[in-house]
């Protein structure tokens, strides 16, 4: 499988990493769309939203815990954050492994382009 984001897990490709356990890896997004910009990744690869199973649903919490420690880090979590999940070509997905994208530092806007 050629997978980006499973290639930044096993340090194949660099990343500025944030945090990181056995389950879960968070990194700097290369292109940040804001002062911050975080992407919060299963270890798991698990392509799209769609396909996340039943066995995913506490991985897939526990990536939103993992988030909110980090923007309570970053001092966000009161002023406020956005997280994102696109999935597939519409919504702008580029990586076909799962990502939470976390934004914050700036005032974001809705309805998002
Ligand atoms: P998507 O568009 O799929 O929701 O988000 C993919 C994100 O991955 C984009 O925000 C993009 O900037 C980021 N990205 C793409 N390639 C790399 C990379 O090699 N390293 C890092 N850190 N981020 C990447
Ligand atoms: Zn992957």
């Known amino acids: 499988m050629n997978c980006l984001f499973c290639k930044i897990i096993e340090k194949k490709i660099p990343s500025k990493i944030v945090y990181e356990d056995e389950r879960v890896l968070a990194f700097e ?18 392509s799209t939203a769609l396909e996340i199973k039943d066995e995913d649903n506490e991985l ?3 990536m939103f815990q993992v988030a909110n420690k980090i923007a309570k880090g970053k001092n966000i979590a009161e002023r406020g954050f956005r997280l994102v999940l696109n999935c597939n070509h519409e919504a702008g997905q580029t990586v076909f492994h799962i990502h939470l994208h976390l934004l914050g530092g700036r005032v974001m806007h809705w309805p998002p382009g």
């Open 29 to 46: 997004d290369i292109n940040p769309q804001s002062p911050v910009h975080i992407l919060v990744i299963p270890k798991k690869h698990i």
């Open 60 to 62: 897939i919490g526990y």
